[in-house]
Protein backbone atom coordinates (compact mmCIF):
# COMPACT_ATOMS: atom_id res chain seq x y z
CA UNK A 1 0.00 0.00 0.00
CA UNK A 2 2.55 2.91 1.12
CA UNK A 3 4.98 1.37 -1.99
CA UNK A 4 2.02 2.06 -4.11
CA UNK A 5 1.43 6.07 -2.92
CA UNK A 6 5.12 6.64 -2.62
CA UNK A 7 5.26 5.56 -6.35
CA UNK A 8 2.47 7.55 -7.07
CA UNK A 9 4.26 10.84 -5.15
CA UNK A 10 7.48 10.49 -7.29
CA UNK A 11 5.37 10.63 -10.66
CA UNK A 12 3.62 13.62 -9.67
CA UNK A 13 6.93 15.29 -8.59
CA UNK A 14 8.46 13.84 -11.89
CA UNK A 15 5.79 15.32 -13.74
CA UNK A 16 5.72 18.70 -12.20
CA UNK A 17 9.90 18.72 -12.90
CA UNK A 18 9.11 17.68 -16.23
CA UNK A 19 6.13 20.32 -16.79
CA UNK A 20 8.56 23.19 -15.53
CA UNK A 21 11.53 22.09 -17.39
CA UNK A 22 9.21 22.19 -20.43
CA UNK A 23 7.57 25.56 -19.98
CA UNK A 24 11.03 27.10 -19.57
CA UNK A 25 12.73 25.36 -22.70
CA UNK A 26 9.52 25.96 -24.89
CA UNK A 27 6.75 27.69 -23.70
CA UNK A 28 4.62 26.16 -24.19
CA UNK A 29 5.65 22.24 -23.26
CA UNK A 30 4.31 22.49 -20.21
CA UNK A 31 0.34 22.69 -21.59
CA UNK A 32 0.80 20.17 -24.31
CA UNK A 33 2.68 17.49 -21.76
CA UNK A 34 -0.41 18.20 -19.40
CA UNK A 35 -2.30 17.92 -22.56
CA UNK A 36 -0.66 14.84 -23.82
CA UNK A 37 -1.18 12.89 -20.30
CA UNK A 38 -4.86 13.35 -20.61
CA UNK A 39 -4.96 12.43 -23.92
CA UNK A 40 -2.76 9.25 -23.46
CA UNK A 41 -5.26 7.99 -20.56
CA UNK A 42 -8.26 8.62 -22.78
CA UNK A 43 -7.02 6.67 -25.65
CA UNK A 44 -7.04 2.68 -24.96
CA UNK A 45 -5.09 1.39 -27.83
CA UNK A 46 -2.08 -0.53 -26.72
CA UNK A 47 0.86 1.27 -28.25
CA UNK A 48 5.05 1.18 -27.36
CA UNK A 49 5.82 4.31 -26.10
CA UNK A 50 2.68 5.79 -26.33
CA UNK A 51 2.88 8.71 -24.37
CA UNK A 52 6.47 10.15 -25.72
CA UNK A 53 4.72 9.56 -29.76
CA UNK A 54 1.48 11.60 -28.19
CA UNK A 55 3.03 14.32 -26.90
CA UNK A 56 5.59 14.58 -29.91
CA UNK A 57 2.40 14.65 -32.18
CA UNK A 58 0.84 17.19 -29.72
CA UNK A 59 3.95 19.43 -29.25
CA UNK A 60 4.79 19.55 -33.44
CA UNK A 61 0.84 20.05 -34.38
CA UNK A 62 1.07 22.94 -31.49
CA UNK A 63 4.50 24.61 -32.57
CA UNK A 64 3.81 24.75 -36.29
CA UNK A 65 -0.39 24.93 -36.64
CA UNK A 66 -1.72 26.73 -33.46
CA UNK A 67 1.03 28.91 -31.75
CA UNK A 68 1.96 31.20 -34.51
CA UNK A 69 -1.97 32.07 -35.30
CA UNK A 70 -2.36 32.88 -31.37
CA UNK A 71 1.53 34.73 -31.28
CA UNK A 72 -0.26 37.31 -33.83
CA UNK A 73 -2.72 38.35 -30.81
CA UNK A 74 0.44 38.89 -28.87
CA UNK A 75 1.48 41.16 -31.10
CA UNK A 76 4.23 38.72 -32.38
CA UNK A 77 5.15 36.63 -34.97
CA UNK A 78 7.96 34.35 -36.50
CA UNK A 79 11.15 35.48 -37.59
CA UNK A 80 10.81 35.33 -41.63
CA UNK A 81 13.48 32.91 -43.20
CA UNK A 82 15.21 34.08 -46.32
CA UNK A 83 18.07 32.83 -48.44
CA UNK A 84 19.93 35.24 -46.09
CA UNK A 85 18.40 34.90 -42.74
CA UNK A 86 18.16 31.65 -41.04
CA UNK A 87 18.75 30.06 -37.64
CA UNK A 88 21.69 28.79 -36.43
CA UNK A 89 20.08 25.88 -34.79
CA UNK A 90 16.60 24.49 -36.38
CA UNK A 91 16.53 23.88 -32.77
CA UNK A 92 15.66 27.26 -31.92
CA UNK A 93 12.11 27.27 -34.31
CA UNK A 94 11.26 24.08 -32.67
CA UNK A 95 11.51 25.38 -29.16
CA UNK A 96 9.81 28.48 -30.22
CA UNK A 97 12.19 30.49 -29.14
CA UNK A 98 11.49 32.19 -32.61
CA UNK A 99 9.51 34.93 -32.13
CA UNK A 100 9.68 38.18 -32.87
CA UNK A 101 7.58 41.86 -32.84
CA UNK A 102 7.00 42.86 -36.51
CA UNK A 103 9.47 45.86 -36.28
CA UNK A 104 12.17 43.37 -35.80
CA UNK A 105 11.82 41.32 -39.25
CA UNK A 106 11.37 44.65 -40.76
CA UNK A 107 14.83 45.35 -39.07
CA UNK A 108 16.51 41.68 -40.52
CA UNK A 109 15.02 42.86 -43.88
CA UNK A 110 16.51 45.96 -43.83
CA UNK A 111 19.72 44.16 -43.00
CA UNK A 112 19.24 41.93 -45.29
CA UNK A 113 19.08 44.62 -48.46
CA UNK A 114 22.57 46.27 -47.04
CA UNK A 115 23.93 42.83 -47.52
CA UNK A 116 22.92 42.26 -50.62
CA UNK A 117 26.00 41.77 -53.05
CA UNK A 118 28.23 40.40 -50.16
CA UNK A 119 28.24 36.84 -48.79
CA UNK A 120 27.15 37.43 -45.27
CA UNK A 121 24.23 35.52 -43.69
CA UNK A 122 22.17 36.94 -40.93
CA UNK A 123 22.41 33.65 -38.68
CA UNK A 124 20.02 34.52 -35.74
CA UNK A 125 19.59 32.51 -32.31
CA UNK A 126 17.56 33.10 -29.12
CA UNK A 127 15.07 35.58 -29.84
CA UNK A 128 11.72 35.73 -27.80
CA UNK A 129 8.58 33.28 -27.08
CA UNK A 130 5.61 33.65 -28.62
CA UNK A 131 3.44 34.66 -25.70
CA UNK A 132 3.25 37.10 -22.64
CA UNK A 133 5.51 40.18 -21.61
CA UNK A 134 7.67 39.57 -19.01
CA UNK A 135 7.86 36.11 -19.85
CA UNK A 136 11.92 35.45 -20.01
CA UNK A 137 13.51 33.55 -22.28
CA UNK A 138 16.45 31.59 -20.40
CA UNK A 139 18.98 31.96 -19.63
CA UNK A 140 18.24 35.67 -21.36
CA UNK A 141 16.39 37.58 -18.66
CA UNK A 142 15.54 40.66 -21.19
CA UNK A 143 14.40 38.60 -24.16
CA UNK A 144 10.76 39.07 -22.70
CA UNK A 145 8.94 41.58 -25.22
CA UNK A 146 9.71 40.59 -28.82
CA UNK A 147 11.79 43.15 -29.12
CA UNK A 148 14.83 41.16 -28.51
CA UNK A 149 17.20 39.20 -30.79
CA UNK A 150 20.84 37.54 -30.75
CA UNK A 151 22.68 36.79 -33.81
CA UNK A 152 25.49 35.17 -34.49
CA UNK A 153 29.08 36.62 -35.26
CA UNK A 154 30.65 36.08 -38.88
CA UNK A 155 33.37 33.50 -39.27
CA UNK A 156 35.89 32.94 -41.88
CA UNK A 157 38.39 30.34 -43.37
CA UNK A 158 41.96 31.00 -43.15
CA UNK A 159 41.89 32.00 -46.80
CA UNK A 160 39.28 34.96 -45.68
CA UNK A 161 36.43 33.56 -47.49
CA UNK A 162 33.58 34.64 -45.26
CA UNK A 163 31.20 31.50 -44.20
CA UNK A 164 27.99 31.17 -42.38
CA UNK A 165 29.37 28.20 -40.48
CA UNK A 166 29.61 28.38 -37.00
CA UNK A 167 32.05 27.54 -33.94
CA UNK A 168 29.77 25.56 -31.31
CA UNK A 169 26.95 23.87 -32.50
CA UNK A 170 24.24 26.22 -30.38
CA UNK A 171 25.47 28.95 -31.39
CA UNK A 172 26.93 30.48 -28.03
CA UNK A 173 29.99 29.55 -25.99
CA UNK A 174 33.22 30.10 -28.49
CA UNK A 175 34.16 33.03 -27.68
CA UNK A 176 36.51 35.26 -29.64
CA UNK A 177 38.63 36.41 -27.06
CA UNK A 178 40.63 40.03 -25.87
CA UNK A 179 44.14 40.08 -27.48
CA UNK A 180 46.47 40.89 -24.92
CA UNK A 181 46.50 44.66 -25.44
CA UNK A 182 42.87 44.68 -25.29
CA UNK A 183 40.39 45.36 -22.42
CA UNK A 184 39.44 42.03 -20.98
CA UNK A 185 36.14 43.10 -19.68
CA UNK A 186 35.33 38.77 -18.74
CA UNK A 187 38.29 39.39 -16.39
CA UNK A 188 36.55 42.32 -15.17
CA UNK A 189 33.43 41.65 -14.35
CA UNK A 190 34.41 38.15 -12.79
CA UNK A 191 37.16 39.94 -10.19
CA UNK A 192 34.39 41.93 -9.48
CA UNK A 193 32.19 39.29 -8.43
CA UNK A 194 29.53 38.60 -10.93
CA UNK A 195 31.08 34.54 -12.01
CA UNK A 196 27.77 34.44 -14.36
CA UNK A 197 29.39 36.75 -17.05
CA UNK A 198 31.67 33.32 -18.11
CA UNK A 199 28.89 30.91 -18.16
CA UNK A 200 27.72 30.96 -21.75
CA UNK A 201 30.98 28.41 -21.53
CA UNK A 202 28.84 25.68 -20.77
CA UNK A 203 26.31 26.31 -23.71
CA UNK A 204 27.95 25.24 -26.64
CA UNK A 205 26.95 21.62 -26.84
CA UNK A 206 30.24 21.10 -28.61
CA UNK A 207 32.50 23.07 -30.69
CA UNK A 208 32.97 22.28 -34.46
CA UNK A 209 34.74 24.22 -37.19
CA UNK A 210 37.38 25.06 -35.21
CA UNK A 211 39.57 25.64 -38.43
CA UNK A 212 37.35 28.90 -38.83
CA UNK A 213 38.52 32.27 -37.61
CA UNK A 214 36.39 35.39 -36.51
CA UNK A 215 35.94 37.80 -39.42
CA UNK A 216 36.47 41.46 -38.51
CA UNK A 217 35.12 42.83 -42.02
CA UNK A 218 31.95 40.46 -42.33
CA UNK A 219 30.86 40.99 -38.33
CA UNK A 220 31.84 44.57 -39.04
CA UNK A 221 30.03 45.00 -42.13
CA UNK A 222 27.17 42.78 -40.51
CA UNK A 223 27.25 45.61 -37.60
CA UNK A 224 27.16 48.45 -39.69
CA UNK A 225 24.40 47.25 -42.08
CA UNK A 226 22.11 46.56 -38.33
CA UNK A 227 23.01 50.16 -37.57
CA UNK A 228 21.39 51.46 -40.78
CA UNK A 229 17.84 50.12 -39.58
CA UNK A 230 15.61 53.21 -37.93
CA UNK A 231 14.20 50.71 -35.46
CA UNK A 232 17.34 49.54 -33.66
CA UNK A 233 17.26 50.86 -30.13
CA UNK A 234 21.13 49.11 -29.24
CA UNK A 235 23.42 46.33 -29.91
CA UNK A 236 25.37 44.94 -27.10
CA UNK A 237 28.92 43.56 -28.22
CA UNK A 238 31.71 42.72 -26.06
CA UNK A 239 34.04 46.02 -25.62
CA UNK A 240 37.25 44.73 -26.90
CA UNK A 241 35.22 43.93 -30.42
CA UNK A 242 33.56 47.15 -30.75
CA UNK A 243 36.87 48.54 -30.53
CA UNK A 244 38.60 46.28 -32.97
CA UNK A 245 35.82 46.79 -35.55
CA UNK A 246 36.84 50.77 -34.58
CA UNK A 247 32.90 50.81 -34.51
CA UNK A 248 32.24 54.04 -32.48
CA UNK A 249 28.23 54.60 -32.81
CA UNK A 250 26.83 54.95 -29.09
CA UNK A 251 24.09 52.74 -29.67
CA UNK A 252 26.31 49.91 -29.63
CA UNK A 253 26.73 49.28 -25.59
CA UNK A 254 28.08 47.75 -23.03
CA UNK A 255 25.86 45.45 -21.05
CA UNK A 256 26.59 45.55 -17.76
CA UNK A 257 28.46 42.68 -16.02
CA UNK A 258 25.08 41.54 -14.51
CA UNK A 259 24.78 40.62 -18.11
CA UNK A 260 26.61 37.58 -19.66
CA UNK A 261 29.76 38.24 -21.73
CA UNK A 262 29.20 39.05 -26.00
CA UNK A 263 31.83 37.57 -27.28
CA UNK A 264 30.46 34.56 -29.02
CA UNK A 265 27.42 36.78 -30.32
CA UNK A 266 25.72 40.18 -31.15
CA UNK A 267 22.40 40.73 -29.07
CA UNK A 268 20.22 43.29 -30.79
CA UNK A 269 16.53 44.83 -29.70
CA UNK A 270 14.53 47.67 -30.77
CA UNK A 271 13.76 51.18 -29.98
ZN1 LIG B 1 20.39 38.69 -26.26
Redesign the pocket.
Given at each position: MTVAINRKIIRIILNVLFFIFLTVLTQIGGIVFLVSLLATKMWKINLRFKAIIIFIVLYLIATFSIVPFIASIFGREKVIHSEKIKPTNYATVLLNRNYVAPQLNRLLKETQRELDGTNITIRYL?ANFPFFNNFPLLP?L??NDGK???ISLIYETKEGIITDKQKSISGYGVFEKPNKNEINQTENCIKRGYFQYDYPKYLTFGEINKNLKFSLKGTKKLVTSILKSKYLGKI?IEPHLKKRMKLRDNRIRFHGCKAVRHDD?I?IQLK
Amino acid sequence: MTVAINRKIIRIILNVLFFIFLTVLTQIGGIVFLVSLLATKMWKINLRFKAIIIFIVLYLIATFSIVPFIASIFGREKVIHSEKIKPTNYATVLLNRNYVAPQLNRLLKETQRELDGTNITIRYLDANFPFFNNFPLLPHLSHNDGKKIDISLIYETKEGIITDKQKSISGYGVFEKPNKNEINQTENCIKRGYFQYDYPKYLTFGEINKNLKFSLKGTKKLVTSILKSKYLGKIFIEPHLKKRMKLRDNRIRFHGCKAVRHDDHIHIQLK
